[in-house]
């Protein structure tokens, strides 16, 4: 396939298609997003009430733990004892408001393992005195009375985040409660909901509660995400537990899990399309091949009929010729019967020349073969051929050579611009019985100017003539013979020559005439080195 | 001079050979390819007219081999085959012209008047300089005499007879006589020959062909040039 073909394959198959798959992709990822954006803001709402849910759980804790506390003796042996009743305590603690100092545990005393290990978790918190500033709150407080009553304090140690939740139990005291992590975290799981694939919504997502390392404490909802999957809404819960987040998988988003599927429902359509597409090309490439082979064929015969004309042809010429000399000036009757017969096969030699030279045209093979002559010999000896067929047709014709320096010039082309143009002379402008054709050299350039005492051609036909097959309709016209392709191979076979061939206006040096045809030829002297001898396009 | 001319149509070698003989030249004809090479070799042609489509070998191979055997014979190719590639590669291998069919008497004879001029000017021993007849100036290596601005073409035959009127000048030359000399000993012409071409002849260069100052009949006798 040539280089032609493939880009017009490219250019109506191939660029249509990127173009749909390009906005068809365009529309669905929309389509994917706006939908991905309403769901996210129906779960940014479920992640809030869940958030929420474990809000309230943790204020439940607060308030048991304040009711346990409430009347007990703030001594070591009490407070273990609650300490024991108490499961969602992990440790209870008392804190001098004013001095800062740790009542409880002490380590005055002998302390049970759990109480020491207690010690070594907050060690950091007493000694340098963290829990301070929540106490005293954000407006810089003493530890007194001013601040906050209670509060939530988060800190990190070992596994995870420890929550512990104080107050101010009005005898200058700070009481508080490490809770249980593990207790801490089932109650939160509690507080959720479990995976049930009945409920709304559950098999197409997955919620994660996640610590402050993003490892999974816990997860609800049938689908699984994929390694490498994004959440479609993310939530840090709220303080106290603002290190830990929900989190929501939609099936379907994030990581182009919905864009996968947007483009396996695509890609049948652009399949479709792409068969369509490229079916209406192969059937347009198939017909475009069949005329393009139908028009070679075509011309190929053309070729071959004008080519097997050709032999006959020459020897119609030749031999009426030769007979035309045997005969002399004798027999007139016979002679102008030869005459008939020389001139129709000069004719029909003629219309075989257009013909392939249209081929040629056609095939842009069209060339000229220059070489060192006379234009007026060739214009002459091209002019006394048509004499008697003009003579014939009641034309006299004037020839005014003015061309008869040896310059480079393709005298066959010259000759067959020349014919074609006396040709429609014979034609068109009969009636005017009279041609006059007259030659110029100016340094390089002829000018050949051939005259006519027709009707000339109108104004709106004068570029038109020259079109191959065109032919002005009318009264004078129809039902004249001819191919119409005269003046267009005239006219290329003159611009081969680097000249042109134009209707021009009538010239003050030859008589008034209806249509005069100027055919200028650039063509280098024979002095001059590049002239010639070569063929040239 | 001696032209081979190689044409399978017999029409058509037939009426070249009639065409060249009346420009002066003796012919040799060959039907195909094989045949021209063989006439090439026995009867040493001056000119060479080969169709490029023969039977057997065609016109290229035999112009490369005449080529091969003697690089300055006039080659002219006659063919049907217009295509530009075939012109070039007929005039690449060495031929001289190209001649396209259809064609008729007068564009072969020019074809044929200007490669022979060419060759003549390139002779080992080129043709006089020129002489005049009249207010005409003839020269015969061109091929071509002038009357002033006017330029004509001359065949071998033409100059054969003009030469001879011009060297007997001022005598009548007999009708045997231009037989003998521009027609050839072996030539068996019929007489209307030399008035058709002496007709011809005049019509070229004579101001009034009808009242021939350089070409004047002698009735009963022959043409005699008064100079």
Redesign the interface.
């Given at each position: 396939m040539n280089r032609h073909l493939v880009a017009v394959f490219v250019l109506i198959v191939v660029v249509p298609l990127v173009i749909v798959g390009w906005l068809g992709a365009r529309l669905a990822r929309e389509q994917v997003e706006r939908a991905d954006e309403r769901l996210a803001e129906v779960m940014r709402s479920s992640l809030r009430g869940f958030d929420a849910e474990i809000g309230g759980l943790l204020d439940e804790r607060a308030r048991s733990l304040r009711a346990a506390m409430d009347g007990v003796p703030r001594t070591s042996e009490a407070l273990r004892d609650l300490t024991r009743r108490l499961p969602v305590a992990g440790q209870l603690f008392v804190v001098d408001a004013a001095s800062g100092e740790l009542l409880y545990p002490s380590l005055m005393d002998r302390l049970p393992a759990s109480e020491e290990d207690f010690l070594r978790r907050t060690r950091e918190i007493w000694t340098r005195h963290r829990l301070l500033p929540e106490v005293a709150g954000e407006g810089g407080a003493e530890l007194g009375e001013a601040g906050p009553r209670e509060g939530w304090y988060p800190w990190f140690w070992g596994d995870g985040l420890r929550l512990i939740f104080w107050w101010r139990d009005g005898g200058g005291r700070i009481v508080g409660a490490e809770l249980d992590r593990l207790r801490l975290l089932s109650d939160v799981v509690a507080s959720l909901p479990d995976t049930d694939p009945r409920a709304p919504g559950q098999d197409a997502g997955r919620i994660r509660l996640l610590d402050a390392q993003g490892a999974v404490l816990y997860q609800w909802g049938v689908y699984e995400p994929a390694a490498g999957d994004w959440p479609l809404v993310s939530h840090p819960l709220g303080h106290p537990l603002a290190a830990w987040s929900l989190e929501y998988f939609a099936a379907g988003s994030g990581s182009g899990g919905g864009w996968r599927g947007v483009l396996f429902g695509l890609l049948p359509g652009i399949g479709g399309l792409a068969v369509l597409v490229i079916g209406l090309a192969f059937y347009f490439y198939r017909e475009s091949s069949r005329e393009m082979r139908d028009a070679a064929q075509r011309v190929s015969f053309v070729n071959q009929v004008s080519h097997e004309l050709k032999t006959p042809l020459t020897n119609i010429r030749i031999y009426a010729e030769l007979l035309e000399e045997e005969l002399g000036g004798k027999g007139d009757a016979a002679r102008r019967h030869l005459g008939v017969i020389v001139a129709e096969s000069q004719r029909l030699s003629r219309m075989i020349l257009n013909i392939l030279s249209f081929s040629r045209r056609e095939r842009r093979t069209l060339e000229l073969r220059r070489r060192i002559g006379v234009v007026d010999e060739a214009v002459g000896a091209l002019l006394e051929q048509f004499r008697p067929s003009l003579e014939t047709h009641g034309i006299v014709l004037g020839f005014r050579p003015g061309a008869g320096r040896p310059v480079s010039f393709d005298a066959d082309a010259v000759q067959q611009i020349v014919a074609n143009l006396l040709s429609n002379v014979e034609k068109y402008a009969a009636s005017g019985r009279r041609v006059d054709v007259a030659t110029e050299q100016a340094g390089e350039e002829i000018t050949v100017t051939v005259a006519d005492r027709g009707p000339g051609v109108a104004e709106g036909e004068r570029e038109r003539i020259f079109e191959p097959f065109y032919r002005p309709s009318n009264a004078l016209s129809d039902g004249v013979t001819g191919t119409g392709i005269g003046l267009a191979i005239a006219r290329d076979l003159a611009r081969l020559h680097g000249g042109d061939l134009e209707l021009a206006a009538t010239e003050s040096k030859i008589p008034r005439s209806g249509a005069c045809f100027r055919l200028t030829l650039n063509c280098p002297s024979a002095l001059n080195p590049s002239a010639n001898l070569g063929d040239s396009r | 001079m001696k032209i081979l001319i190689a044409e399978d149509?017999h029409?058509?070698r037939h009426?070249?050979a009639?065409?060249m003989r009346?420009e002066g030249y003796d012919t040799v004809l060959a039907g195909d390819g094989d045949e021209a090479l063989e006439l090439f070799r026995r009867e040493q042609p001056d000119f060479v007219c080969l169709d490029v489509m023969m039977p057997g070998t065609n016109g290229y191979d035999v112009c490369r081999e005449i080529r091969q055997a003697r690089s300055t014979v006039p080659i002219i190719f006659i063919s049907?085959?217009?295509?530009?590639v075939d012109?070039?590669l007929g005039l690449e291998l060495g031929a001289d012209d190209?001649i396209?069919?259809?064609?008729?008497?007068?564009e072969?004879v020019?074809r044929l008047r200007a490669v022979a001029r060419r060759y003549r000017a390139t002779a080992a021993d080129p043709a006089p300089e020129s002489f005049a007849m009249g207010d005409l100036e003839i020269f015969p290596s061109e091929l071509r005499a002038r009357r002033g601005?006017q330029?004509i073409d001359l065949g071998p035959r033409d100059l054969a007879v003009l030469d001879l009127l011009h060297r007997r000048r001022g005598s009548v030359v007999s009708r045997d006589t231009f037989f003998d000399v521009c027609w050839g000993l072996d030539h068996v012409p019929n007489s209307?020959s030399l008035?058709?071409h002496i007709?011809?002849l005049r019509k070229r260069i004579e101001k009034d062909p009808k009242s021939p100052r350089i070409i004047r009949t002698v009735h009963g006798a022959g043409y005699r040039y008064d100079g």
């Amino acid at each position: 396939m040539n280089r032609h073909l493939v880009a017009v394959f490219v250019l109506i198959v191939v660029v249509p298609l990127v173009i749909v798959g390009w906005l068809g992709a365009r529309l669905a990822r929309e389509q994917v997003e706006r939908a991905d954006e309403r769901l996210a803001e129906v779960m940014r709402s479920s992640l809030r009430g869940f958030d929420a849910e474990i809000g309230g759980l943790l204020d439940e804790r607060a308030r048991s733990l304040r009711a346990a506390m409430d009347g007990v003796p703030r001594t070591s042996e009490a407070l273990r004892d609650l300490t024991r009743r108490l499961p969602v305590a992990g440790q209870l603690f008392v804190v001098d408001a004013a001095s800062g100092e740790l009542l409880y545990p002490s380590l005055m005393d002998r302390l049970p393992a759990s109480e020491e290990d207690f010690l070594r978790r907050t060690r950091e918190i007493w000694t340098r005195h963290r829990l301070l500033p929540e106490v005293a709150g954000e407006g810089g407080a003493e530890l007194g009375e001013a601040g906050p009553r209670e509060g939530w304090y988060p800190w990190f140690w070992g596994d995870g985040l420890r929550l512990i939740f104080w107050w101010r139990d009005g005898g200058g005291r700070i009481v508080g409660a490490e809770l249980d992590r593990l207790r801490l975290l089932s109650d939160v799981v509690a507080s959720l909901p479990d995976t049930d694939p009945r409920a709304p919504g559950q098999d197409a997502g997955r919620i994660r509660l996640l610590d402050a390392q993003g490892a999974v404490l816990y997860q609800w909802g049938v689908y699984e995400p994929a390694a490498g999957d994004w959440p479609l809404v993310s939530h840090p819960l709220g303080h106290p537990l603002a290190a830990w987040s929900l989190e929501y998988f939609a099936a379907g988003s994030g990581s182009g899990g919905g864009w996968r599927g947007v483009l396996f429902g695509l890609l049948p359509g652009i399949g479709g399309l792409a068969v369509l597409v490229i079916g209406l090309a192969f059937y347009f490439y198939r017909e475009s091949s069949r005329e393009m082979r139908d028009a070679a064929q075509r011309v190929s015969f053309v070729n071959q009929v004008s080519h097997e004309l050709k032999t006959p042809l020459t020897n119609i010429r030749i031999y009426a010729e030769l007979l035309e000399e045997e005969l002399g000036g004798k027999g007139d009757a016979a002679r102008r019967h030869l005459g008939v017969i020389v001139a129709e096969s000069q004719r029909l030699s003629r219309m075989i020349l257009n013909i392939l030279s249209f081929s040629r045209r056609e095939r842009r093979t069209l060339e000229l073969r220059r070489r060192i002559g006379v234009v007026d010999e060739a214009v002459g000896a091209l002019l006394e051929q048509f004499r008697p067929s003009l003579e014939t047709h009641g034309i006299v014709l004037g020839f005014r050579p003015g061309a008869g320096r040896p310059v480079s010039f393709d005298a066959d082309a010259v000759q067959q611009i020349v014919a074609n143009l006396l040709s429609n002379v014979e034609k068109y402008a009969a009636s005017g019985r009279r041609v006059d054709v007259a030659t110029e050299q100016a340094g390089e350039e002829i000018t050949v100017t051939v005259a006519d005492r027709g009707p000339g051609v109108a104004e709106g036909e004068r570029e038109r003539i020259f079109e191959p097959f065109y032919r002005p309709s009318n009264a004078l016209s129809d039902g004249v013979t001819g191919t119409g392709i005269g003046l267009a191979i005239a006219r290329d076979l003159a611009r081969l020559h680097g000249g042109d061939l134009e209707l021009a206006a009538t010239e003050s040096k030859i008589p008034r005439s209806g249509a005069c045809f100027r055919l200028t030829l650039n063509c280098p002297s024979a002095l001059n080195p590049s002239a010639n001898l070569g063929d040239s396009r | 001079m001696k032209i081979l001319i190689a044409e399978d149509d017999h029409h058509l070698r037939h009426g070249l050979a009639e065409i060249m003989r009346k420009e002066g030249y003796d012919t040799v004809l060959a039907g195909d390819g094989d045949e021209a090479l063989e006439l090439f070799r026995r009867e040493q042609p001056d000119f060479v007219c080969l169709d490029v489509m023969m039977p057997g070998t065609n016109g290229y191979d035999v112009c490369r081999e005449i080529r091969q055997a003697r690089s300055t014979v006039p080659i002219i190719f006659i063919s049907a085959k217009s295509e530009e590639v075939d012109k070039v590669l007929g005039l690449e291998l060495g031929a001289d012209d190209f001649i396209i069919k259809p064609f008729g008497v007068r564009e072969v004879v020019a074809r044929l008047r200007a490669v022979a001029r060419r060759y003549r000017a390139t002779a080992a021993d080129p043709a006089p300089e020129s002489f005049a007849m009249g207010d005409l100036e003839i020269f015969p290596s061109e091929l071509r005499a002038r009357r002033g601005e006017q330029v004509i073409d001359l065949g071998p035959r033409d100059l054969a007879v003009l030469d001879l009127l011009h060297r007997r000048r001022g005598s009548v030359v007999s009708r045997d006589t231009f037989f003998d000399v521009c027609w050839g000993l072996d030539h068996v012409p019929n007489s209307r020959s030399l008035d058709q071409h002496i007709s011809q002849l005049r019509k070229r260069i004579e101001k009034d062909p009808k009242s021939p100052r350089i070409i004047r009949t002698v009735h009963g006798a022959g043409y005699r040039y008064d100079g």
